[in-house]
């Protein structure tokens, strides 16, 4: 007996055609084995539309013809029988089936009921999938005939404005309507059309990374697909095996991420060495600096000139960085330019009280807006620190007073009364905000 070697998921490598089946292990055939499914007899295969084709002892059947029989049961892990079946279970099933007889090509072995109410179709898979069935790979795995399968429901105003559209996928007409061969995107909604066969191969190429083609949504999207018989080898679904997206089984298929750009895109190379371009060094004049934003772009840094600590850029970026600067430093304060106004926007403590704006906010809206609202604010300047004045101090001023050397009173106006001895004791001084002592004093009283 040949040796043979389990994989990861349980299923052993694929055996030629001239090597021995062995027991006890699960075995993925191919073409070249030349076997028959027990469930539908087809020798076909065709993950699509069947499933793999696989042999568990004396026990051949499509993952999908036992993974959509209505009486079959999943009793094992994933790694026991064959994906969960046990090998009890399928010939239980295979039994059953041998009584019941096809719908469609009235052969007996039919395995798969029809979902519908008061639906008592039977038939293979194969015959099903001729007459129009749908199926569903997700939780009880139910299949409706042509006349009960699912119709997708659409917005009528989706119909009426689709009459040409192209599929997404391979850019070919397909019928803007809820057909068996046509499937619509909720999520994108307007002109989302598709192939439901190109959605399928979309599913079996990204795995558990499928998602919306336009739009790139996930959940919306995987779910209505699930719904409608669309097949997608997910982690999250409990009885159908995990699955890497097609690109990520490639061997070293992303090697040259890791690769480094080494050689130099000056215009004029210096290099005196044999491989001019491609000579490199890990420092000095022939050390490969790339560019700075890209970093597809390399030059020797004697051929650019580069300082040590200098950044260098090629000529794509350099063009784009001078573009982006200029716009920067020449957008205008006012009027238009290229259609977009630029209006100052006044902050809104400034706006009550209609005071001028600040220099330091610009408010930009486009011409065809018919409303006020904003769409970007950039500041030109920064705004300044705000400076608190502290009042100024004002002496008291003081309405009269009495002079101490000769005893007379003068008042504000420059009046002056004399006061007995008994009232300078009492004396009282008022304040007022008209006179200030500063002004006066007792000398300009005696000269007055």
Excluded at 67 to 82: V, Y
Excluded at 285 to 314: A, F, M, P, V, Y
Excluded at 324 to 342: A, D, M, T, W
């Amino acid at each position: 007996m040949a040796p043979t070697t389990r994989r990861s998921n349980g299923v052993a490598r694929r055996p030629t055609a001239r090597q021995p089946i062995p027991k006890n292990v699960l075995v993925e055939l191919s073409t070249s084995h030349n076997k028959a499914c027990m469930f539908c007899g087809q020798k076909e295969i065709s993950e699509k539309l069947y499933g793999l084709l696989y042999q568990l002892n004396d026990v051949i059947c499509h993952y999908f013809c036992i993974l959509l029989s209505s009486r079959a049961n999943q009793n094992g892990t994933d790694k026991e029988g064959i994906w969960g079946f046990l090998l009890k279970d399928i010939k239980a099933e295979l039994t059953r089936g041998s009584k019941e007889t096809c719908f469609y090509c009235k052969k007996k072995g039919a395995t798969i009921s029809c979902c519908g109410v008061k639906c008592r179709k039977v038939f293979h898979l194969p015959c099903g999938i001729k007459n129009g069935s749908m199926h569903q790979y997700f939780q009880s795995f139910k299949s409706f005939c042509k006349q009960h399968r699912i119709t997708q429901a659409i917005d009528l105003i989706e119909l009426q404005t689709s009459a040409s559209v192209q599929c997404a996928i391979c850019k070919d007409d397909v019928i803007a309507s809820p057909l068996p061969t046509s499937i619509w995107a909720p999520c994108c909604k307007r002109n989302a059309w598709f192939h439901r066969g190109c959605i399928q191969d979309l599913a079996l190429s990204a795995g558990y990374f499928f998602k919306c083609p336009l739009c790139n949504n996930v959940d919306t999207f995987k779910s209505r697909m699930l719904t409608l018989g669309i097949y997608i080898p997910s982690r999250y679904l409990k009885k159908l095996n995990h699955r890497d997206a097609s690109w990520e089984t490639v061997p070293n298929a992303f090697a040259e991420l890791l690769e480094r750009h080494s050689s130099c895109n000056a215009q004029t190379c210096l290099c005196p060495h044999q491989n001019r371009r491609t000579h490199q060094q890990e420092a000095g004049s022939w050390e490969i600096i790339l560019c700075h934003t890209c970093g597809s772009n390399g030059t020797h840094r004697l051929c650019s000139s580069i300082k040590c600590d200098q950044r260098w850029l090629c000529t794509a970026c350099a063009v784009v960085a001078d573009k982006s600067k200029k716009r920067r430093l020449e957008l205008p304060i006012e009027g238009n330019c290229s259609g977009i106004s630029v209006l100052f926007e006044p902050r809104p403590n400034r706006l009550a009280l209609n005071r001028p704006p600040p220099d330091d906010t610009i408010s930009i809206s486009s011409d065809d807006s018919n409303d006020s609202s904003i769409q970007c604010i950039t500041y030109i300047n920064p705004p300044q620190p705000q400076v608190i004045q502290t009042p100024q101090i004002r002496l008291p001023v003081i309405a009269s007073y009495t002079s101490m050397s000769t005893g007379s009173t003068r008042s504000r106006f420059h009046r002056r009364f004399p006061i007995s001895a008994s009232q300078s004791k009492s004396l009282t001084y008022v304040i007022s905000d008209s006179i200030d002592l500063t002004t006066d004093d007792d000398d300009g009283a005696n000269n007055t």
